[in-house]
Each structure stands twice: as structure tokens, then as C-alpha cells.
T-cell receptor, first 112, second 112 residues
Framework: GENVEQHPSTLSVQEGDSAVIKCTYS??????FPWYKQELGKRPQLIID?????GEKKDQRIAVTLNKTAKHFSLHITETQPEDSAVYFC???????????FGTGTRLQVTL | NAGVTQTPKFQVLKTGQSMTLQCAQD?????MYWYRQDPGMGLRLIYY???????DKGEVPNGYNVSRLNKREFSLRLESAAPSQTSVYFC???????????FGDGTRLSIL
């Protein structure tokens, strides 16, 4: 089955800096790659996603890039703000249409 | 404007007891999911329902059963609770399969 690895496990940046979180996946048939944000004690929230026929997608301060050849995808957050502090999860949907595999999460802390 | 509603929010059980976690969505979504979240392990899919009347096993289905009662409701049952099932359980829904969009607030379950 699909295996998703996520790095780093923790990331601390200063307010205004950029943050990058990287994920690799194993199933070359994977076709859907969402990112979720989870604040402490809250539900996961879908913040952006990308499909395998697209190389990059942006939504205001966040962007996701996909490299199908290398089987990795990344989340980029620019001009970070304290409210960006949360755990971020990547995920990949493999060849079996309904099964999404999650990474283990990155705890992002934005310091003043 | 409720989205995905889970009950209960907290529960403590003794080993061997049974219970049902309830989930309902009001967005007319076809697909519903049950995940468990353990520290350092991301979210793992327990069961999935592509549409009313269908269910499918996820990564970690052992010890659980599900019922898709109608389009709105998807329940998760623990027949004989074990300490290894202590976790936070999230229900989610989506219009299309394999891409959970909206999560509930979670059920924090402790089994002694």
C-alpha cells in the first residue's frame, strides 16, 4: 500500500519568514495530495490540495508543489503569522480510489 | 451550518464494554469516513463509506464495525473495547470519494 513520509517533524520560524514542509510517497499511481491544518485540540481542516495533473497550486500565502517523477510534494507558507502555528499533515491517495494515507505531521511554531 | 457532528465528545470505557460513536453530516455528501488519531501517527482510516448502503475497510478495521444508516449518518461501533483503542476518533465527509473535506470535532475515547 501507500507509504507517506513527512519532514520535518517540528519547524520553528520567525514571523514573516517562509516555512516549507516536505512529503514523499511510494505509490506512483497516487493522484490526489491534500494538506490539512490542525490546531491544538481542534479538528483537521483541509487547506489546499493538488492533483497529479498539476505541478503547482497557490492560494494566497500557501502553495503546494508536486514532483511526480521524484514522488514528492511540498507545502510552502510565505509571510508566516502566529495563527499559522499548528500541526500540518500531508496525505496521498493511492491507486485504490478511496484510501487516503496521511503523513505523521509537522508541528509548525511561528515565533514573534 | 453544523457540518459534521460527532457524539459523544468524551467517553471513558472499561475493557470489554461496547459503545457506538455517532456521526452525522448535513452537507448531502456521498462519502463518509472514520479515522483514529494517535500521538505521532497521523490519522489512520478505520472504515469508509462511498455511499449509502456501502462500507469498506481501511487501514485499521480490526475491533470495529460500522453502519451507514442513511446518507446523513455513519456510526462506528466498538463491540469489546480494548486499551489499544484509546484514541481520538474523527468522522469526516466529502462529496467525492477518497478526499475527506470536512471533519467533526472528534471523540476522545479512553479505555481503562
Amino acid at each position: 500500500g501507500e507509504n507517506v513520509e513527512q519532514h520535518p517533524s517540528t519547524l520553528s520560524v520567525q514571523e514573516g519568514d517562509s516555512a516549507v514542509i516536505k512529503c514523499t510517497y511510494s505509490d506512483s499511481a497516487s493522484n490526489y495530495f491534500p494538506w490539512y491544518k490542525q490546531e491544538l485540540g481542534k479538528r483537521p481542516q483541509l487547506i489546499i490540495d493538488i492533483r497529479s495533473n498539476v505541478g503547482e497550486k497557490k492560494d494566497q500565502r500557501i502553495a503546494v508543489t508536486l514532483n511526480k517523477t521524484a514522488k514528492h510534494f511540498s507545502l510552502h507558507i510565505t509571510e508566516t503569522q502566529p495563527e499559522d502555528s499548528a500541526v500540518y499533515f500531508c496525505a496521498a491517495r493511492g491507486g485504490t480510489a478511496s484510501k487516503l494515507t496521511f503523513g505523521t505531521g509537522t508541528r509548525l511554531q511561528v515565533t514573534l | 451550518n453544523a457540518g459534521v457532528t460527532q457524539t459523544p465528545k468524551f467517553q471513558v470505557l472499561k475493557t470489554g464494554q461496547s459503545m457506538t460513536l455517532q456521526c452525522a453530516q448535513d452537507m448531502n455528501h456521498n462519502s463518509m469516513y472514520w479515522y483514529r488519531q494517535d500521538p505521532g501517527m497521523g490519522l489512520r482510516l478505520i472504515y469508509y463509506s462511498a455511499s449509502e448502503g456501502t462500507t469498506d475497510k481501511g487501514e485499521v478495521p480490526n475491533g470495529y464495525n460500522v453502519s451507514r444508516l442513511n446518507k446523513r449518518e455513519f456510526s462506528l461501533r466498538l463491540e469489546s473495547a480494548a486499551p489499544s483503542q484509546t484514541s481520538v476518533y474523527f468522522c469526516a465527509s466529502s462529496e467525492q470519494g477518497g478526499q475527506p473535506q470536512h471533519f467533526g470535532d472528534g471523540t476522545r475515547l479512553s479505555i481503562l
